[in-house]
């Protein structure tokens, strides 16, 4: 099965998605299931991954509903309170679901760099575990040196960074302390990487294929085949890249790699890490 590990859907309202600014007019619109079936139409992609796009668990539970209605939706990551002293009473009815595989928090738009180190957010990670929930680290990479101090906090978690944890890419310039710090987080082996919402993070005013291939090179020798998934970000590529572009992107970028290597990252690996 050839996954999407990573995508969303919103019911378009100004006020519940602040961070669309006006310059994203693309994204000032609705976009549901009917409409991502249409994307992977033709592309080979068989499921996907819908991950939380607002910080309720209104949206959390609107995700499961959406999942329990169309097969192709293989499992979501959603959004809980992991801060809340009352965490594991909001975790209890959620994991009931089935389709519930992980939890995610915005950590790169706390206004604390320091935020994924807070105690009482830890406290909530240290619940996952018992609900068999993989937690998604939403990151830039400024907020990479914290968050391998956090991933070794709780070795028994099941970790995947999204987005390749943001770098900053340009064409004259490579971001190395990125690089660097993906290579030490990936030693970390319960930390898994998508390779996903790539080129919005291009500050180049085109991108290419070769634009974006040092950070694959960099992300594919950190994690392995077996530890790198595939994903989308749509509906947010679509700032820069409709979805068969970026598919047939990592396409070519694997190309090079044995055909069990490739179904590793377009699907087994996240079939594998959120037992979907």
């Not at 668990?57 to 995700?63: A, D, F, G, I, Y």
């Not at 807070?118 to 575990?129: Q, W, Y």
């Not at 974006?212 to 994690?223: G, M, S």
């Amino acid at each position: 099965m050839q996954v999407d590990s990573h995508h969303h859907f919103w019911k378009y309202e100004a006020a519940e998605y602040g961070w669309i600014s006006p310059e994203m007019s693309v994204l000032k619109r609705d976009f549901l299931p009917t409409y991502l079936l249409e994307e992977i139409r033709g592309t080979g992609i068989d499921g996907v991954i819908s991950v939380q796009a607002r910080q309720t668990e209104e949206e959390t539970n609107w995700l499961l509903a959406m999942a329990a209605e169309h097969e192709f939706i293989r499992g979501v990551v959603g959004w809980v309170p992991l801060a809340s002293k009352d965490i594991r009473s909001v975790l209890e009815p959620l994991a009931q679901s089935s389709w519930l595989k992980g939890v995610r928090h915005v950590v790169q738009d706390e206004p604390d760099d320091g935020f994924i180190l807070n105690a009482d957010f830890n406290r909530g990670i240290s619940e996952l575990g018992r609900f068999g929930l993989i937690y998604d680290i939403l990151i830039y990479a400024k907020h990479l040196a914290n968050s391998i101090r956090f991933v070794d906090q709780h070795p028994a978690q099941s970790f995947v960074v999204d987005h390749i944890a943001k770098p900053t890419i340009r064409s004259d310039e490579f971001h190395q302390t990125w690089a660097d710090e993906m290579r030490e987080l990936a030693r970390r082996e319960h930390v898994v990487c998508k390779f996903s919402g790539v080129v919005t993070e291009v500050r180049d005013a085109s991108w290419s294929t070769d634009s974006i291939r040092p950070y694959w090179e960099v992300a594919l020798e950190a994690f392995g085949p077996n530890r790198l998934m595939f994903g989308s970000d749509w509906p947010v590529c679509l700032l820069r890249s409709e979805y068969s572009k970026w598919v047939s992107t990592v396409r070519e970028l694997i190309s090079e790699l044995s055909p069990t290597e490739q179904a590793e990252i377009m699907g087994a690996t996240a079939c594998r890490t959120y037992e979907l």
